[in-house]
């Protein structure tokens, strides 16, 4: 009897901060721990997405090692049977039911997708590339192959599920049943409680989120920063003149995600957290528990990170990836049959 299945693609890189850490990383590692024994989860790093824009190829392969080393400092168990871990060009099926997927999809409805509009307009003509204008079908393959019924993506990608949906159904509706349609997205934000909905603040402008693109970098914590470092970002976040640690994100934004980002570190309800500083009138006492707290939790995870066993990582990569073929060539043959590249048998 086969499980349903969740699927995630991991993007991830050198630059992650904590906003990805506690709204992406953790959660996703959280749903895999919790889901796994009613769900097959599949967790793969999206390789051939990663250069639809241009990048540089030079330490690509290490990135995409690197990417499963950070899931696995940050929890993501190793030895589960049922959450399987694996790079998509390794799977070539991806690449193949993409080019099937791509000659029945419309240049119109590719066209309308707003992450390529953004994207390509932020790029001169020429190097915008096929591969970031067809990014949509690949990610349809990437779910479709595994009869996938969930997959927790961001806002931004939405647009691509609803794209995802559509065109298993017109397979669907053409050739019989071939694909299993993913569970359309409001379904999908319930099964996952998306509405939670955390963002955590730039330090020095709390009225915008934590943003790798921030170019000071003063606003922004990333995992591979120094401690020590990270202690003064902390230490010097823009906070207000209220002189009461409150959490009030309307009127006290930067105290209010300081509160957020503690509540975080310590896994326990921002409530709490902020009771705890109930009359504080020096944010200098309040900034020096958080930045402690930052500072030891930067200190572990790099610890873990360089802990990570290489060898492990690798043979789970390389064990997920012979069963993720073997699930994935039988759905590429149906549809192989059913197009009349194969013969039916
Ligand atoms: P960035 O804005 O730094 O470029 P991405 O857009 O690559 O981040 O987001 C990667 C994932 O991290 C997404 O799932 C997104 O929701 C989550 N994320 C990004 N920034 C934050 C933040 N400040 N707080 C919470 N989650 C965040
Ligand atoms: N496009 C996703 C992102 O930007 C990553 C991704 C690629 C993905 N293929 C996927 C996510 C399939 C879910 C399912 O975050």
């Not at 890189?13 to 850490?21: A, K, S």
């Not at 599949?42 to 030079?58: G, R, V, Y």
């Not at 794209?163 to 934000?189: C, T």
């Not at 957020?260 to 409530?271: E, S």
């Amino acid at each position: 009897m086969t499980k349903p299945v969740i699927l995630t693609g991991l993007r991830a890189n050198n630059d992650l901060h904590i906003g990805n850490y506690f709204g992406a990383m953790l959660p996703i590692i959280d749903m895999a721990k919790q889901k796994s024994d009613e769900f097959q989860v599949n967790m793969f790093i999206p390789d051939l997405h990663s250069f639809t824009t241009p990048i540089d190829h030079s330490d690509l392969y290490d990135q995409i090692i690197h990417n499963a080393r950070l899931f696995v400092a940050a929890g993501l168990p190793l030895d589960n049977p049922e959450i399987y871990l694996y790079r998509q060009s390794y799977v070539p099926a991806h690449s193949e039911l993409t080019w099937i997927l791509d000659c029945f999809t419309g240049f119109g409805e590719m066209s309308r997708m707003t992450q390529f509009k953004d994207k390509s307009t932020k790029l001169s003509s020429d190097r915008v590339s096929v591969g970031l204008f067809n990014y949509p079908v690949l990610m349809a393959a990437d779910y479709l192959l595994y009869g996938a019924s969930y997959v927790p993506v961001g806002d931004d990608q939405t647009q691509h599920l609803e794209y995802g949906r559509d065109i298993a159904e017109r397979m669907n509706s053409r050739f019989g049943e071939l694909f299993v349609v993913p569970e359309p997205v409001a379904k999908q934000h319930e099964f996952f409680g998306k509405d939670q909905g955390l963002r955590i603040m730039d330090l020095v402008n709390p009225t915008k989120k934590m943003s790798k693109s921030d170019d000071t970098g003063k606003g922004v914590i990333f995992l591979g920063d120094d401690p020590a470092e990270a202690v003064k970002k902390i230490m010097s976040a823009t906070t207000d003149d209220k002189a009461n640690v409150a959490y009030d994100p309307a009127n006290q934004p930067g105290i209010s995600n300081l509160l957020d980002i503690l509540a975080l570190l310590r896994g326990k309800p921002v409530q709490e957290v902020a009771a705890e500083f109930a009359g504080e009138s020096q944010y200098g006492v309040f900034k020096k528990v958080v930045a402690e707290e930052m500072q030891a939790f930067l200190q572990d995870f790099q610890a873990r990170l360089v802990a990570v066993d290489d060898n492990s990582v690798m043979a789970k990569l390389e064990s997920s990836e012979a069963a993720m073929n073997e699930q994935a060539n039988l759905t590429l043959l149906r549809v192989q049959q059913a197009v009349g590249l194969r013969p039916k048998v």
